[in-house]
């Protein structure tokens, strides 16, 4: 199952009751293809999704997703599972 790993901003998003499925700031997800990730971040964890992924299920502007400590540039088609995969908030301003 890949393990999703979330920085300490965006683990505000998820609800108490849903962090019992975090082991510090990882869980693991039952998913194998990214429409599966998704559909589980948004069952889990809806406040979350609802700031990372978009209505069509990719990751929203601003947010930069990472498998396997690198920047993806697309959402992966399949998940092995041993998949680290992190949402990251992007930091701006001048």
Do not use: K
């Not at 920047?71 to 001048?94: E, K, R």
């Amino acid at each position: 199952m890949p393990i999703l790993t979330l920085p300490g901003p965006l683990l505000r998003f998820v609800s108490e009751s849903a962090c019992t499925n975090f082991s510090g700031r990882s869980a693991q997800l039952d998913a194998a293809t990214w429409a599966e990730l998704v559909q589980v971040v948004r069952e889990r964890y809806p406040t979350l999704a609802s700031h990372v992924i978009d209505e069509g299920g990719t990751v929203r502007n601003g947010i930069i997703l990472v498998v396997n400590g690198c920047v993806a540039d697309a959402h992966p088609t399949h998940l092995a599972p041993s998949d680290q995969v992190s949402f990251i908030a992007q930091i701006s301003g001048g």
